[in-house]
């Protein structure tokens, strides 16, 4: 079975040695997305919402890269600073995925790199 790296200009490019995702056997492995915006910048002062929104956005990118939409979505997970900002997440979550109901984990963090709020990951079913 081959892995097949999966790559947007419509999504931040990897800083280390990661792929954005790879596809093998069907199955899309998105890797953290944390709140930057395709050309690498980003603000870790921004609020909550706005970042929960971009890194959501990079995540939704990388899906339709490969093929697919939110209703391919199988898990998230979701490493977010402050169990405080929980509602926030769901709110935002909400609204961009719609009526795709993946299954999904919400991690409260104490920090997360750059001073960022919020990182989002996730695996999908990608047909053909």
């Known amino acids: ?56 956005a990079n995540m939704l990118a990388i899906l339709a890269a490969a093929g697919g939409r939110p209703a391919d979505l199988a898990k998230v997970t979701a490493y977010i600073v402050g169990v405080e900002n929980w509602p926030r997440f769901n709110a935002v979550y909400a609204e961009l995925l719609g009526d795709a109901r993946p299954a999904r984990t919400v991690v409260p963090v104490p920090e997360l790199h750059h001073g960022y709020v919020v990182e989002i990951d996730a695996i999908a079913l990608i047909a053909g």
């Open 1 to 56: 079975m081959a892995v097949t790296p999966i790559s947007t200009d419509a999504a931040p490019s990897p800083a280390g040695h990661y792929a954005q995702a790879v596809v093998a056997g069907g199955t899309l492995y998105i890797s953290g997305q944390l709140p930057l915006r395709p050309d690498r910048t980003g603000d870790p002062r921004a609020s909550f919402d706005e970042q929960a929104s971009q890194a959501i």
